[in-house]
């Protein structure tokens, strides 16, 4: 498989004539990230106000940020395959009329049940969009415009993580806790009847070789098997935020059905048939594999940071949701700064611009887990720095890694491969979330608020020092 795929990649360079409207399709598909990214950070703000206005437990509500995460997660190999088998202009358009429709049913919900139903499937229907960004990326660049192409999908991973917040901050505050978080919903209607418009008149239905891109078929015991196996990961985790313990038995169940999924994907491969995740590709190309842990461990690590910081400063500290948006959006401020900049270096210094980044973020969460605990009135001066060192490192992990990992995947398979890695960042995110949300919550049991967020912080750092640990690795074996 390694020796193929470095053959047709060598091919598909060869053969590569640049699209003039390479940079207006790549304007358009990130849009669409933006939206449905925007949704990962924007309910953030809103979780207090939900759970007051509906009276719901803290773990259902939990379900609302890691549902939306997870279902985001396991639809994401299955669009990126479906979108190089059958266009992927037609998948996003499939794609974002469910996320609009999905999105409408949450801001109108009349009960949680209701909510995190509808969560999972405008989760699902971002899994579908998503992944048709590092498609067209793959299939429209190379060298080093691929580098800044990815450097712009960065910074709008980074601007929706600072106007989420922001926009679900200000709706709160405008319109009331009661219809404010609904607002944060809704507003994606216009914005997505706006993005179906650009996309049906801008952006091309790709053409595809090979007749394994060809095959439409969906691995769906694959994809029974992964998601089984997440879940029996982050149920417990968001089940002992509510108070149950007894579910942890289940994380017994993780180590056999990882192992059934990997033991799946290599027969479904050698049967002929397209797989969920085709495993050759981790041992074939040394690189993808390890841009996938190395994103896995990162997204794992920050994504909770938002969720702990959100609820910690209104609940802990008694800030409303736009003052504590405000607290936090250093960090995205940070990370939009250095983003573009990281896409540019990728080309030229490699996988040290990911261990540069890593190491400038541990040193800024560091530091945040160091003034978590001033005085409310010193949070602005002394976090919000510290938020701002922490998200100009991170600004230099998710582009840089997105271009090295997928640099040696055919274009003709990188919706696939896309998807796979980002599965593994939203599997994180989800993880991370509800892992950093049950230490808080633990913690605050016995512990004061300051504490208790300190306590979380310092549980993302020690994930972050895993990644800078596996982000070394990779680049000690010249990947």
Not at 381 to 393: C, D, E, I, Q, S
């Amino acid at each position: 498989m390694s020796e193929e795929t470095r053959t047709t990649a060598a091919a598909d360079e060869a053969s590569y004539a640049p699209d003039p409207r390479r940079w207006r399709v790549l304007a358009v598909s990130l849009v669409v990230g933006f939206m449905s990214l925007l949704d990962v950070t924007i309910v953030n703000v809103a979780v207090p106000s939900i759970r007051a206005g509906l009276g719901t437990s803290a773990a259902t509500i939990q379900w609302v940020v890691s549902g939306y995460a997870l279902a985001f997660g396991m639809t994401l190999v299955a669009g990126g395959r479906l979108g190089d088998a059958h266009g992927r202009r037609r998948l996003m358009l499939v794609g974002l009329v469910g996320f609009i429709v999905s999105s409408a049913a949450v801001g109108l919900a009349p009960n949680a049940a209701w909510i995190v139903l509808a969560r999972l499937v405008q989760g699902a229907s971002a899994g579908l969009l998503t992944p048709q960004n590092s498609g067209l990326i793959q299939q429209l660049f190379r060298g080093a415009e691929r580098g800044r192409a990815f450097g712009m999908f960065g910074f709008t991973v980074a601007v929706a993580s600072a106007t989420g917040p922001l926009i679900g901050g200000a709706l709160i505050g405008l319109l009331g806790e009661d219809n404010g978080w609904r607002a944060l919903f809704l507003v994606n209607v216009p914005i997505g009847l706006v993005a179906l418009v650009l996309i049906w008149r801008l952006v091309p239905d790709n053409e595809v070789g090979g007749d394994a891109e060809k095959d439409p078929r969906v691995d769906l015991p694959g994809a029974l098997l992964l998601g089984l196996a997440v879940l029996a990961v982050l149920y417990p985790l968001i089940s002992l935020e509510g108070g149950a313990g007894l579910p942890l038995v289940l994380l017994l169940a993780f180590p056999p059905l990882a192992w059934a999924f990997v033991r799946w994907e290599a027969r479904t491969v050698d049967r002929g048939h397209p797989p969920l995740l085709d495993v050759s590709l981790l041992s074939g190309l040394p690189g993808y594999a390890n841009g996938l842990l190395v994103g896995t461990l990162y997204f794992t690590g920050f994504t909770g940071i938002f969720l702990v910081l959100s609820v910690h400063l209104q609940e802990g500290e008694g800030f409303s949701p736009l003052q504590a948006a405000l607290l936090i959006t250093p960090f995205a401020v940070g990370a939009a700064t250095t983003s573009p900049l990281a896409g540019k270096l990728v080309g030229r210094i490699g996988r040290r611009v990911t261990l540069l980044a890593l190491s400038v973020m541990i040193t800024g969460t560091s530091l945040s887990a160091w003034l978590v605990t001033q005085p409310t009135d010193r949070l602005w001066w002394t976090l919000a720095p510290a938020l701002f060192v922490a998200g100009v490192g991170g600004g230099g992990v998710i582009s840089p890694n997105f271009t090295l990992t997928l640099a040696e995947v055919p274009p003709r398979m990188g919706g696939a491969a896309g998807g796979a890695l980002q599965t593994g960042q939203r599997i994180g995110s989800a993880l991370g979330a509800a892992l950093l949300m049950t230490v808080y919550q633990a913690v605050g049991t016995v512990a004061s608020a300051p504490v208790a967020a300190r306590s979380a912080l310092l549980a993302a750092l020690v994930v972050l020092l895993v990644a800078l640990a596996a982000a070394v690795r990779s680049w000690r074996l010249g990947d």
